[in-house]
């Protein structure tokens, strides 16, 4: 059985994280969508929990997808979970040099674990949580770029701003 885990902050999850897991379901047995603990960029506007949730109902249509968190080294978490790889998503240059020093960090780390990417559909290579989020703070409308109930919760979230 071949598994992948695909790491990220996910504040919150978007359709070009979901674009990326759907290919990435084609490609493994299973997938796991892990939320990162230490990351946390500054302070994430979404909860740990609330990320996790967002992200079970967003594909709970979807099979062969498991959502969990992880802290530490996600090379560690990727072993645990018999993963063979780590997915991440390329949306356009400017994710390259970043992605590309990570990868070759992560393989120095553990040589079993491959970093595998994936481009989105080019209608979501300009979507990112910060731009979401950023967006949805001014009013802007991202119904484009998120599920509906990311969607609600954000509006939730930024209502008495
Ligand atoms: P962000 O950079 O949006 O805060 P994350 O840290 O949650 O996202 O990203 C997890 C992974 O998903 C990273 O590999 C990131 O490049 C990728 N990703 C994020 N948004 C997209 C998108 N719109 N299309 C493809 N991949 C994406």
């Given at each position: 059985m071949k598994i992948a885990i695909y790491p990220g902050?996910?504040?919150?999850?978007t359709n070009g994280h979901l674009d990326i897991i759907e290919r990435a379901v084609h490609l493994f047995d299973k997938v796991i969508v892990t939320v990162a603990r230490n990351t946390?960029?500054?302070?994430?506007?979404?909860?740990h929990e609330e990320r996790i949730s967002l992200i079970a109902k967003a594909v709970s249509?979807?099979?062969?997808i498991e959502v969990d968190s992880f802290e530490g080294l996600m090379v560690d978490h990727a072993v645990k979970h018999g993963s063979v790889a780590a997915i991440r998503g390329l949306?356009?240059?400017?994710?390259f040099e970043f992605e590309f020093k990570m990868a070759l960090m992560n393989r120095n780390l553990n040589e079993d674990i491959s970093t595998l990417f994936l481009m989105p559909h080019a209608k979501y290579t300009h979507v990112s949580s910060a731009m979401v989020r950023e967006a949805a703070s001014l009013g802007g409308n991202v119904s484009d770029y998120v599920p509906a109930h990311v969607d609600k919760a954000l509006k939730n979230k930024y209502k008495n701003v």
């Amino acid at each position: 059985m071949k598994i992948a885990i695909y790491p990220g902050s996910f504040d919150p999850i978007t359709n070009g994280h979901l674009d990326i897991i759907e290919r990435a379901v084609h490609l493994f047995d299973k997938v796991i969508v892990t939320v990162a603990r230490n990351t946390e960029k500054n302070s994430p506007l979404f909860s740990h929990e609330e990320r996790i949730s967002l992200i079970a109902k967003a594909v709970s249509e979807l099979e062969n997808i498991e959502v969990d968190s992880f802290e530490g080294l996600m090379v560690d978490h990727a072993v645990k979970h018999g993963s063979v790889a780590a997915i991440r998503g390329l949306r356009a240059l400017s994710d390259f040099e970043f992605e590309f020093k990570m990868a070759l960090m992560n393989r120095n780390l553990n040589e079993d674990i491959s970093t595998l990417f994936l481009m989105p559909h080019a209608k979501y290579t300009h979507v990112s949580s910060a731009m979401v989020r950023e967006a949805a703070s001014l009013g802007g409308n991202v119904s484009d770029y998120v599920p509906a109930h990311v969607d609600k919760a954000l509006k939730n979230k930024y209502k008495n701003v």
